[in-house]
């Protein structure tokens, strides 16, 4: 909402600048987003007369003028136009002046000749033919010409000459206070923050004009509950022409271009009261009959705009006695526009339902200011006065003869609303206290009645917002001021807070993730369902089946993910065509499973990893996720193959292994498949690991509790066996524990060995043991005894023989 | 007899004393305190002495020995301090060649941010909640009091999931408000941290998914003076002691009266400029007094309990904590970003 501060002093004296004006403001409630000075680009451009006027001796299209510029002596300028005249009075931009767009001007010689500055056009000040439609557009602007300016005086600054010495508020208004879409309404706060007296004006109008208005005009309103409220009247021998010099000029610095007298009027009125008002051509109102009606299904309408509609049932139509003429709150039919030569007005200014207008209004995707007014629900108070002021203007303007009488139908009468005023409430929720009378002060100033009842307020008809002792209390912490509330520390029964268990194992994958040297990110909940393709996911893997966004922003992020690798594999490779290097990643993030309460989804977290790296293999993988489990303390670690589950198919199928923690899987990883790699444009290796949070979860060990060290020695033994390619480690492993007595207390692999002394299919695996007792000192024949008992099952179980 | 021992002690720790290397000082050792050494051999003519001369040879021959072997001991000694010497000089490194890097991995800024927000509410005894994403529109929406028509309903700004708008990402983390209305018992302090959803093209301040932080007390006596004072102490928190804010009217559906916190520029220190489009202010947060209407509708009656609530969008805060200037980074994921924090 646009304010032009000439306009608001019109109702309420206020000259504090426009920083300090925007700053109280914005602190009382309305806040300003811009200030703007109309005439900030132009400096030094004033108001001249032509004395003289002589042909340039090298030119022959120049003219050298002698110009009164109110500095005594006479200015010599040069100027190219052909349309100045002696005794012209012109804008005359002097030596050292500045235009809109940053151009500055200063004396020089044109061809031989000093020019002492530059005469302008109303395009050179920023201005266009709407705002003077008068002036000459191709040439010097003969401000002599409008009898509107023919009274300058000489040396007067342009600036407010014309009308650009205004400076504009730009207001960010809530949803809750339409009233403040308006000049008064805006004019109310501004009052009430700088405490000054508001000046409002009835309008009065003569009326008189020819004809009987209820002859002439009927209006039915069969939804009664969809226009609570239609006021009309009608003006006769209307002349159509431009609004006089002062109207445009509001009008422009509140952002409306001036089209016609009575256009002006209705969108003048609107800026006003914040009523939208519409006038049609009353010729084209057939029979005399004004219908706001729905719009039969199918039924079409150009509007103003020049754009056909086909409507429906919820669009409401202002109609006569055939057609629609007119989008109820929306815009107005261009079948009974108002034209040169349109010879009797009908003014409507009405009220219509708040969700009707917003819904018809977005359904055709034309949100105007009207209906954007309407949506947010007006005071049905605020229509008789506004086509007052409407009439009133046709009147001081000249425009044509206001008929006796207003056609006024009520369909729903607002009952206003009395509050009981609880000064000790209002305290305690704000925390301070503020005297009961200087609650009355403020609320006075809003408009609320103090007088009917002791103890007892009556809200005023504009403000439908304030509804309870909570609204009061903004009223009254507006204007006290929210900064004047006191700042105090939360008391009360303390609650204990903290973390839960979930939230604790989170940090814990976090820090154990960075201790890893990963990189925490954070990808988007939605997907392309592309990218289950570029995943390899076969077509019907059940896995697909996602939340849809119907409206989404595009079909990149239309989808709720199923899975978290897409995400995951998408920023390795922009990582990767950064040509960062060694980059490790995790996310700990949702996916959105089908199937949730109440129609809603399964949102379970998945930690993911991901990274690559020169020499970054498998087992580097492997081993950020073993950290991670032994950090949580799981129990019964173990890897396996592949399941079999389509989803697999997006790993490599030799690299991949299933996560066990006992009889539980905790998730997979692996080298992702080199054709998913290639989809998201990668020809490197890509490791990937995804770790379902609430199995996690459910691995967490216990609590650290200590085991005493050992007080007995122990005895180590180094064994290397040979056997089948196809024998795992895992499997070699097991069989050493089955093997052991119960001294082996550690296994641990120390090299894997194919090549010159091993048969071609076969491999030597060697593992350091650890052997001992935990009440005495082993003997050298008791560690040889375990090791030979291993040995035996190596070679039962795994036919692996000693090297 | 005398004169050879004196002979022999003078040489001896001559000798000791220039000897340059162990093996020369053993050498040395065997020469004079040896089997056959030459001081053995002195000691071998005591028997030719007379009974009287005896016992002040024998002390002047001992005296002789402990100073050799004192001598040889100090030798020993000056030694092995020039052996370490030459070592750890031969073992001198070049300190500017640099350290082996350790990898080591970073939190996400957006969630460093997030985290000193939950400590500071922890540490006053709140509740951190977790909820859905997918969510209802009658939680994110009518419990919220923001009716049908409310123009954040429209499918313009929000994201569906069914033609009837019952199903929905949710816009906000407010409905973790109710959530926790409908499940906790009373007195409530919490804060919910989340991801939330909004029609919005993704440019340099704005993406369809951000973080948002709720915070909600409910309790007896519960002020709007309470509120400022909790979320003052919040942005010293975040931007150090002395962080000067404000509090603005301004409207949510939800709360009433609802204001918005600025805090002073950082960058100009309330004169004006562009990182505050000339404001001085930047805004932080909305927040309010809980509507009785949101009370009434969760079952709380507002004559008894009144509350605050606010929230707060976490990518903002990251941005202004860490200055940085464009929010597609937070959402890039490029390491050479990460790893800055």
């Given at each position: 909402?646009?304010?032009?501060?000439?306009?608001?002093?019109?109702?309420?004296?206020?000259?504090?600048?426009?920083?300090?004006?925007?700053?109280?403001?914005?602190?009382?409630?309305?806040?300003?987003?811009?200030?703007?000075?109309?005439?900030?680009?132009?400096?030094?451009?004033?108001?001249?007369?032509?004395?003289?006027?002589?042909?340039?001796?090298?030119?022959?299209?120049?003219?050298?003028?002698?110009?009164?510029?109110?500095?005594?002596?006479?200015?010599?300028?040069?100027?190219?136009?052909?349309?100045?005249?002696?005794?012209d009075?012109?804008?005359?931009?002097?030596?050292?002046?500045t235009?809109?767009g940053?151009?500055?001007?200063?004396?020089?010689?044109?061809?031989?000749?000093?020019?002492?500055?530059?005469?302008?056009?109303?395009?050179?000040?920023?201005?266009?033919?709407?705002?003077?439609?008068s002036a000459?557009?191709?040439?010097?602007?003969i401000?002599?010409?409008?009898?509107?300016?023919?009274?300058?005086?000489?040396?007067?600054?342009?600036?407010?000459?014309?009308?650009?010495?205004?400076?504009?508020?730009e207001?960010?208004?809530?949803?809750?206070?339409?009233?403040?879409?308006?000049?008064?309404?805006?004019?109310?706060?501004?009052?009430?923050?700088?405490?000054?007296?508001?000046?409002?004006?009835?309008?009065?109008?003569?009326?008189?004009?020819?004809?009987?208005?209820?002859?002439?005009l009927?209006?039915?309103?069969?939804?009664?509950?969809?226009?609570?409220?239609?006021t009309?009247r009608?003006?006769?021998?209307?002349?159509?022409?431009?609004?006089?010099?002062?109207?445009?000029?509001?009008?422009?610095?509140?952002?409306?271009?001036?089209?016609?007298?009575?256009?002006?009027?209705?969108?003048?009125?609107?800026?006003?009261?914040?009523?939208?008002?519409?006038?049609?051509?009353?010729?084209?109102?057939?029979?005399?009959?004004?219908?706001?009606?729905?719009a039969?299904?199918?039924?079409?309408?150009?509007?103003?705009?020049?754009?056909?509609?086909?409507?429906?049932?919820?669009?409401?139509?202002?109609?006569?006695?055939?057609?629609?003429?007119?989008?109820?709150?929306?815009?107005g039919?261009?079948?009974?526009?108002i034209?040169?030569?349109?010879?009797?007005?009908?003014?409507?200014s009405?009220?219509?339902?708040?969700?009707?207008?917003?819904?018809?209004?977005?359904?055709?995707?034309?949100?105007?200011?009207?209906?954007?007014?309407?949506?947010?629900?007006?005071?049905?108070?605020?229509?008789?006065?506004?086509?007052?002021?409407?009439?009133?203007?046709?009147?001081?303007?000249?425009?044509?003869?206001?008929?006796?009488?207003?056609?006024?139908?009520l369909?729903?009468?607002?009952?206003?609303?009395?509050?009981?005023?609880?000064p000790?409430?209002?305290?305690?929720?704000?925390?301070?206290?503020?005297?009961?009378?200087?609650?009355?002060?403020?609320?006075?100033?809003?408009?609320?009645?103090?007088?009917?009842?002791?103890?007892?307020?009556?809200?005023?008809?504009?403000?439908?917002?304030?509804?309870?002792?909570?609204?009061?209390?903004?009223?009254?912490?507006?204007?006290?001021?929210y900064?004047?509330?006191?700042?105090t520390?939360?008391?009360?029964?303390?609650?204990?807070?903290?973390?839960?268990?979930?939230?604790?194992l989170?940090?814990?994958?976090?820090?154990?993730?960075?201790?890893?040297?990963?990189?925490?990110i954070?990808?988007?909940?939605?997907?392309?369902?592309?990218?289950?393709?570029?995943?390899?996911?076969?077509?019907?893997?059940?896995?697909?089946?996602?939340?849809?966004?119907?409206?989404?922003?595009?079909?990149?992020?239309?989808?709720?993910?199923?899975?978290?690798?897409?995400?995951?594999?998408d920023?390795?490779?922009?990582?990767?065509?950064?040509?960062?290097?060694?980059?490790?990643?995790?996310?700990l993030?949702?996916?959105?499973?089908?199937?949730?309460?109440?129609?809603?989804?399964?949102?379970?977290?998945?930690?993911?990893?991901?990274?690559?790296g020169?020499?970054?293999?498998?087992?580097?993988?492997?081993?950020?996720?073993?950290?991670?489990?032994?950090?949580?303390?799981?129990?019964?670690?173990?890897?396996?193959?592949?399941?079999?589950?389509?989803?697999?198919?997006?790993?490599?199928?030799?690299?991949?292994?299933?996560?066990?923690?006992?009889?539980?899987?905790?998730?997979?990883?692996?080298?992702?498949?080199?054709?998913?790699?290639?989809?998201?444009?990668?020809?490197?290796?890509?490791?990937?690991?995804?770790?379902?949070?609430?199995?996690?979860?459910?691995?967490?060990?216990?609590?650290?509790?200590?085991?005493?060290?050992?007080?007995?020695?122990?005895?180590?033994?180094?064994?290397?066996?040979?056997?089948?390619?196809?024998?795992?480690?895992?499997?070699?492993?097991?069989?050493?524990?089955?093997?052991?007595?119960?001294?082996?207390?550690?296994?641990?692999?120390?090299?894997?060995?194919?090549?010159?002394?091993?048969?071609?299919?076969?491999?030597?695996?060697?593992?350091?043991?650890?052997?001992?007792?935990?009440?005495?000192?082993l003997?050298?024949?008791?560690?040889?005894?375990?090791?030979?008992?291993?040995?035996?099952?190596?070679?039962?179980?795994?036919?692996?023989?000693?090297? | 007899?005398?004169?050879?021992?004196?002979?022999?002690?003078?040489?001896?720790?001559?000798?000791?004393?220039g000897?340059?290397?162990?093996?020369?000082?053993?050498?040395?050792?065997?020469?004079?305190?040896?089997k056959?050494?030459?001081?053995?051999?002195?000691?071998?003519?005591?028997?030719?002495?007379?009974?009287?001369?005896?016992?002040?040879?024998?002390?002047?021959?001992?005296?002789?020995?402990?100073?050799?072997?004192?001598?040889?001991?100090?030798?020993?000694?000056?030694?092995?301090t020039?052996?370490?010497?030459?070592?750890?000089?031969?073992?001198?490194?070049?300190v500017?060649?640099?350290?082996?890097?350790?990898?080591?991995g970073?939190?996400?800024?957006?969630?460093?941010?997030?985290?000193?927000?939950?400590?500071?509410?922890?540490?006053?005894?709140?509740?951190?909640?977790?909820?859905?994403?997918?969510?209802?529109?009658e939680l994110?929406?009518?419990?919220?009091?923001?009716?049908?028509?409310?123009?954040?309903?429209?499918?313009?700004d929000?994201?569906?999931?069914?033609?009837?708008?019952?199903?929905?990402?949710?816009?906000?983390?407010?409905?973790?408000?109710?959530?926790?209305?409908?499940t906790?018992?009373?007195?409530?302090?919490?804060?919910?941290?989340?991801?939330?959803?909004?029609?919005?093209?993704?440019?340099?301040?704005?993406?369809?998914?951000?973080?948002?932080?709720?915070?909600?007390?409910?309790?007896?006596?519960?002020?709007?003076?309470?509120?400022?004072?909790?979320?003052n102490?919040?942005?010293?928190?975040?931007?150090?002691?002395g962080?000067?804010?404000r509090?603005?009217?301004?409207?949510?559906?939800?709360?009433?009266?609802?204001?918005?916190?600025?805090?002073?520029?950082?960058?100009?220190?309330?004169?004006?400029?562009?990182?505050?489009?000339?404001?001085?202010?930047?805004?932080?947060?909305?927040?309010?007094?809980?509507?009785?209407?949101?009370?009434?509708?969760?079952?709380?009656?507002?004559?008894?309990?009144?509350?605050?609530?606010?929230?707060?969008?976490?990518?903002?805060?990251?941005?202004?904590?860490?200055?940085?200037?464009?929010?597609?980074?937070?959402?890039?994921?490029?390491?050479?970003?990460?790893?800055?924090?």
């Open positions: 909402m646009n304010l032009s501060r000439k306009w608001l002093n019109e109702f309420v004296e206020i000259d504090t600048g426009d920083r300090e004006f925007a700053e109280a403001m914005t602190l009382s409630g309305s806040k300003v987003e811009l200030t703007h000075d109309l005439g900030a680009e132009i400096k030094n451009v004033v108001v001249g007369k032509v004395l003289s006027q002589v042909r340039h001796q090298n030119s022959d299209h120049m003219w050298i003028c002698q110009v009164d510029a109110g500095k005594g002596e006479p200015l010599q300028i040069v100027t190219g136009a052909q349309n100045v005249k002696v005794g009075l012109v804008p005359v931009a002097l030596d050292g002046s235009l809109p940053g151009k500055e001007i200063r004396a020089g010689k044109l061809r031989g000749e000093l020019s002492n500055g530059m005469l302008c056009s109303f395009q050179e000040l920023g201005l266009d033919q709407r705002d003077f439609p000459y557009p191709d040439g010097i602007w401000l002599s010409d409008d009898p509107e300016l023919a009274n300058l005086t000489v040396g007067e600054d342009i600036c407010t000459a014309v009308g650009l010495d205004d400076h504009v508020v207001f960010e208004i809530t949803p809750n206070r339409p009233d403040c879409l308006s000049v008064i309404g805006l004019a109310r706060e501004a009052a009430a923050t700088f405490d000054k007296p508001c000046r409002f004006h009835q309008p009065v109008v003569k009326g008189g004009g020819d004809g009987v208005l209820l002859e002439l009927d209006v039915e309103t069969p939804d009664p509950e969809l226009c609570p409220r239609y009309a009608m003006v006769r021998n209307v002349k159509i022409g431009p609004s006089p010099k002062w109207m445009r000029e509001r009008l422009r610095a509140m952002g409306v271009r001036p089209i016609n007298n009575i256009v002006d009027i209705t969108n003048y009125v609107m800026l006003e009261y914040g009523q939208p008002m519409h006038a049609f051509d009353y010729r084209y109102v057939n029979g005399g009959k004004i219908i706001v009606r729905r039969e299904e199918g039924e079409r309408l150009t509007t103003l705009d020049g754009k056909e509609h086909t409507l429906t049932a919820n669009h409401l139509v202002i109609a006569d006695e055939g057609r629609a003429v007119g989008l109820a709150g929306i815009m039919g261009l079948n009974s526009e034209v040169d030569d349109t010879a009797d007005v009908v003014f409507e009405a009220c219509f339902d708040g969700t009707c207008i917003r819904k018809g209004a977005l359904a055709l995707g034309m949100r105007t200011e009207a209906s954007a007014k309407f949506e947010k629900g007006l005071d049905p108070l605020n229509t008789l006065p506004a086509v007052n002021r409407a009439c009133e203007l046709v009147e001081l303007l000249g425009a044509g003869e206001v008929l006796d009488g207003v056609i006024d139908i369909n729903y009468v607002p009952r206003p609303t009395v509050l009981k005023v609880e000790d409430r209002i305290n305690a929720l704000l925390g301070t206290d503020v005297a009961e009378n200087v609650m009355y002060t403020i609320l006075q100033k809003l408009g609320f009645e103090t007088t009917i009842e002791r103890g007892m307020i009556k809200v005023p008809s504009w403000r439908g917002d304030v509804k309870e002792m909570a609204d009061l209390a903004e009223e009254v912490a507006r204007f006290f001021g900064n004047n509330i006191p700042t520390l939360m008391r009360g029964q303390t609650t204990l807070g903290g973390y839960s268990d979930e939230q604790k989170e940090q814990k994958l976090g820090a154990v993730c960075r201790a890893c040297g990963y990189d925490e954070i990808t988007y909940s939605f997907i392309s369902p592309a990218w289950y393709d570029k995943i390899g996911w076969p077509a019907d893997d059940f896995h697909r089946k996602s939340f849809k966004i119907l409206n989404p922003l595009g079909e990149d992020t239309s989808i709720m993910r199923t899975t978290t690798l897409p995400s995951m594999l920023i390795l490779a922009r990582n990767y065509n950064y040509r960062n290097k060694d980059v490790h990643l995790y996310e993030g949702r996916v959105y499973l089908p199937g949730g309460e109440n129609g809603l989804a399964n949102e379970a977290k998945v930690l993911t990893l991901g990274a690559y020169e020499n970054f293999d498998f087992y580097d993988l492997k081993g950020t996720v073993e950290a991670i489990l032994k950090d949580i303390r799981a129990e019964e670690v173990h890897f396996e193959g592949s399941l079999g589950t389509p989803s697999d198919i997006s790993y490599h199928p030799g690299r991949f292994a299933t996560i066990w923690c006992g009889a539980d899987q905790v998730g997979v990883m692996g080298q992702i498949h080199p054709n998913v790699a290639k989809n998201f444009g990668v020809d490197g290796e890509l490791y990937c690991a995804e770790l379902s949070f609430d199995e996690l979860m459910l691995a967490r060990g216990t609590g650290a509790e200590y085991v005493p060290l050992p007080r007995f020695p122990s005895v180590t033994r180094d064994i290397a066996v040979v056997c089948d390619e196809a024998v795992t480690v895992g499997k070699l492993e097991n069989a050493i524990r089955r093997g052991a007595k119960g001294l082996l207390k550690e296994v641990s692999l120390f090299d894997i060995y194919r090549g010159k002394g091993i048969d071609e299919g076969k491999k030597s695996v060697a593992f350091n043991l650890v052997l001992r007792a935990d009440d005495r000192s003997t050298s024949e008791e560690a040889d005894e375990d090791v030979k008992s291993i040995l035996e099952a190596l070679e039962k179980d795994c036919r692996a023989k000693l090297r | 007899m005398k004169e050879q021992l004196a002979k022999i002690k003078s040489e001896a720790l001559t000798a000791f004393e000897v340059s290397s162990p093996a020369a000082l053993d050498e040395l050792r065997v020469k004079y305190l040896g056959k050494g030459e001081l053995t051999a002195v000691l071998k003519q005591m028997g030719r002495l007379t009974a009287e001369e005896r016992p002040a040879m024998g002390a002047l021959a001992n005296e002789v020995r402990s100073a050799l072997e004192g001598a040889i001991e100090t030798a020993a000694k000056k030694l092995e020039a052996a370490m010497e030459a070592k750890l000089k031969a073992e001198a490194l070049d500017t060649v640099p350290g082996r890097p350790v990898k080591q970073h939190k996400h800024p957006m969630y460093i941010a997030l985290d000193e927000i939950k400590d500071v509410f922890v540490g006053m005894g709140f509740t951190v909640l977790d909820g859905p994403e997918v969510e209802l529109a994110n929406f009518d419990r919220l009091n923001a009716e049908e028509g409310h123009p954040s309903r429209d499918w313009s929000t994201f569906y999931f069914d033609e009837d708008s019952r199903v929905m990402l949710r816009s906000q983390t407010s409905p973790m408000q109710v959530r926790a209305m409908d906790m018992p009373l007195p409530i302090r919490i804060i919910a941290p989340g991801r939330v959803y909004r029609k919005d093209e993704v440019d340099a301040t704005h993406s369809p998914m951000f973080h948002q932080v709720e915070g909600m007390v409910i309790d007896k006596n519960v002020t709007m003076a309470d509120l400022k004072g909790t979320l102490l919040l942005a010293e928190e975040l931007f150090g002691k962080t000067i804010t509090f603005r009217p301004h409207h949510f559906p939800f709360t009433e009266p609802s204001c918005e916190m600025d805090v002073q520029c950082h960058k100009c220190g309330g004169a004006g400029c562009p990182t505050c489009k000339g404001e001085g202010w930047i805004e932080l947060l909305g927040a309010g007094m809980i509507h009785p209407n949101v009370l009434r509708m969760a079952g709380i009656d507002p004559e008894q309990w009144s509350g605050w609530a606010f929230g707060m969008g976490l990518e903002r805060t990251a941005m202004r904590r860490f200055k940085i200037a464009d929010l597609r980074l937070i959402f890039e994921n490029d390491v050479r970003f990460l790893e800055q924090f």
